[in-house]
């Protein structure tokens, strides 16, 4: 006699537990851990490089944030049935919606950008041949266009899921620069602000707008709709985002700290690239490193290149109410195609045209736009999950609505801040 622990009952009821949670998974993961595009790695190593193990609280609590931000967008998108950039045009009107694309088409043509110069540092670093660039950074650009013009969203969810498992790269690369674990563990513990550092402020804004980013808010209730997930799921998409979450923000934290244990501790730590960053490894840490670096950087700068643009071409479209979607034909969707496409050919052509030393302020800038922008779009997102018109019994719960709060108020402080800074 079976028990009842063991009852064929209780056996297909995990296995139908397990198979919804598995048919699930995707925007979360893929969305937060997009966050360590080609910018994310420049920015985790400069801040590893600059500031050696003093930022990692400050990581560790944006990675609460990005769970309520992310779980908020899957809620919605869960509920409504609706993108971001929809709910927005439909609850603030067109103008609203129109101010906040704007702004986030700037900051995502740039961060586009940087993927591709990604893409290009990696490849010489991991194939010295002259010119490889010229060659390798066209043909991905059009391999990844293709992937999005002729892929189901199930494909490209496929292969996207594969290639998150290859930011384990960075962990092992962490394990290799052998931290002093005991002042990382203290790091962790201890809330450090050096006064009147400019740097500092410029990083954590940088460092939030990352980890953040508006594009992935736009992106994960977009691809939740697109995947035809309803609110029946959300108890499968919650686990989603948590899982992704805390993977995304562990590489991070493997990349801030393989960068201050070797960089930082060696005093190198004028980080402008992300190539400075991969070569700088090779003297204080191992060749294996340096590789191990590159081929994060390449896959990395991969994946942020089609799902940054993708996340602008879903928002765009939303907001001006025309056709979107993955696998849908030029005729059928139109903008939709034509907005990724502009973000990829002005990414290539730019990358093959300005050298990679120019392009450090743009990327950089590009991550601080990014978190100034942030602090309008969660107020919106607040806005919009605590209407009770909008989400019916889905609204937010107290302790949501403090950390969401509690966010944009952090960042909004560090952007006026930053502004101070520069004057002064």
């Not at 409504?80 to 043509?109: P, S, Y």
């Not at 643009?309 to 879903?314: E, F, G, Q, R, V």
Request: charged content about 10%; some cysteine; aromatic content about 8%.
């Amino acid at each position: 006699m079976p028990t009842q622990s063991q009852s064929p009952g209780g056996v297909v009821r995990r296995r139908s537990h397990l198979w919804m949670l598995l048919s699930a998974i995707g925007p979360g993961l893929i969305a937060a851990a997009a966050g360590n595009e080609a910018g994310g790695v420049l920015t985790y190593s400069q801040i590893g490089a600059s500031h050696g193990y003093g930022m990692l609280w400050l990581l560790v609590l944006t990675t609460v944030s990005l769970v309520v931000a992310q779980e908020m967008g899957t809620r919605m998108g869960l509920v409504t049935g609706k993108g971001l950039a929809d709910l927005i045009r439909e609850q603030f009107g067109v103008r609203v919606a129109v101010f906040a694309m704007v702004i986030l088409l700037i900051a995502n043509l740039f961060t586009t950008l940087s993927e591709f110069a990604g893409i290009a540092a990696s490849l010489e670093l991991l194939i010295p041949v002259p010119g490889i660039r010229y060659v390798a950074v066209p043909l991905l650009g059009i391999l990844l266009w293709l992937l999005v013009l002729r892929g189901s969203y199930r494909r490209v969810e496929k292969i996207f899921l594969a290639l998150c498992a290859v930011y384990l790269v960075y962990v092992v690369a962490a394990v290799m620069a052998k931290p002093d674990w005991g002042l990382v563990t203290r790091s962790i513990l201890t809330v450090h602000i050096p006064h009147g550092d400019q740097q500092y402020v410029s990083h954590a804004i940088a460092l939030i707008g990352t980890t953040i980013a508006p594009w992935m808010q736009f992106y994960v209730q977009s691809t939740v709709r697109d995947k035809g997930l309803t609110k029946e799921h959300y108890v499968y998409e919650k686990w989603d985002v948590f899982i992704g979450s805390i993977a995304s923000n562990a590489i991070s934290f493997f990349i801030v700290v393989a960068c201050a244990a070797t960089l930082w501790v060696a005093g190198n730590r004028n980080i402008t690239s992300v190539r400075d960053a991969a070569e700088a490894l090779k003297p204080v840490a191992s060749s294996s490193s340096y590789v191990l670096f590159a081929i994060g950087l390449f896959n990395a700068s991969a994946v942020g290149a089609v799902i940054v643009p993708l996340s602008t071409a879903y928002a765009v479209t939303e907001a001006i109410g025309s056709e979107s979607g993955l696998g849908r034909k030029i005729r059928e969707a139109p903008l939709f195609i034509g907005v990724f496409t502009t973000l990829i050919v002005f990414a290539v052509v730019v990358t093959l045209l300005v050298p990679e030393n120019r392009l450090l302020g743009v990327i950089t800038g590009a991550q601080i736009l990014n978190g100034l922008l942030l602090p309008t779009i969660l107020v919106l997102m607040l806005l919009l999950i605590n209407r009770r018109s909008v989400m019916g019994d889905y609204v937010n719960k107290f302790g949501t609505n403090l950390v969401a709060l509690i966010t944009i108020a952090a960042v909004a402080i560090l952007s006026i801040m930053s502004v101070i800074y520069t004057f002064i």
